[in-house]
T-cell receptor
Framework: GQQVMQIPQYQHVQEGEDFTTYCNSS?????IQWYKQRPGGHPVFLIQ?????EVKKQKRLTFQFGEAKKNSSLHITATQTTDVGTYFC??????????FGAGTRLFVKA | DTGVSQDPRHKITKRGQNVTFRCDPI?????LYWYRQTLGQGPEFLTY????????KSRLLSDRFSAERPKGSFSTLEIQRTEQGDSAMYLC???????????FGSGTRLTVV
């Protein structure tokens, strides 16, 4: 069945350092979504990518969708303590079911 | 509209008991999803409704789980004969269009003792 893998599982950074999480799917995706979940909270939608090779930016966050539409990345420039949380990618192959990765948990040390 | 509401927030039950959770999606959203999340994992898909029709259900879901959305508005998720392995956060989400991101509720945390 469809699987979505994320690496790394955890990342510790010093405030001001950059952070990247990677997402890989076993199958070609029709779209990929990214969510952030703060400790004790619920996932919050960040963005959706649809086109092959698409790049989108939200302030310090840069999202990329691979050319083959099987991988994606989220890059945060100059992390802040407010970036703490778990970042999930979630892929859809065109059906009703969106499959979430296990997430990358980001720790930021001030 | 205050977003997606879930009730209760926490539920502790004894093994073998039945439990029912409720989800009230954003009013104009016709798509409703149930997910389950355990510690350190991403949300796991359980089922999907478009209006009142249940269009997809995870094959991982045993027949002890059932969900309804009788009038295309709120939804309920029932777990019969609960087991300790059912302990998890049960998340409800809704969206308007298939290409939209999901708006999640705060979840119902189930503990089976």
């Amino acid at each position: 069945g469809q699987q979505v893998m994320q690496i790394p599982q955890y990342q510790h950074v010093q405030e001001g350092e950059d952070f990247t999480t990677y997402c890989n799917s076993s199958t070609t995706l029709s779209n990929i979504q990214w969510y952030k979940q703060r400790p004790g909270g619920h996932p919050v939608f960040l963005i959706q990518l649809v086109k092959s090779g698409e790049v989108k930016k939200q302030k310090r966050l840069t999202f990329q969708f691979g050319e083959a539409k099987k991988n994606s990345s989220l890059h945060i420039t100059a992390t802040q303590t407010t970036d703490v949380g778990t970042y999930f990618c979630a892929g859809n192959t065109g059906g009703f079911k969106t499959i979430f990765g296990a997430g990358t948990r980001l720790f930021v040390k001030a | 509209d205050t977003g997606v509401s879930q009730d209760p927030r926490h539920k502790i039950t004894k093994r073998g008991q039945n439990v029912t959770f409720r989800c009230d999606p954003i009013s104009e959203h016709n798509r409703l999803y149930w997910y389950r999340q355990t510690l350190g994992q991403g949300p796991e898909f359980l089922t999907y409704f478009q209006n009142e029709a249940q269009l997809e259900k995870s094959r991982l879901l045993s027949d002890r789980f059932s969900a309804e959305r009788p009038k295309g508005s709120f939804s309920t998720l029932e777990i019969q004969r609960t087991e300790q392995g059912d302990s998890a956060m049960y998340l409800c989400a809704s969206s308007l269009l298939q290409q939209d991101g999901y708006t999640f509720g705060s979840g119902t945390r189930l503990t089976v003792v």
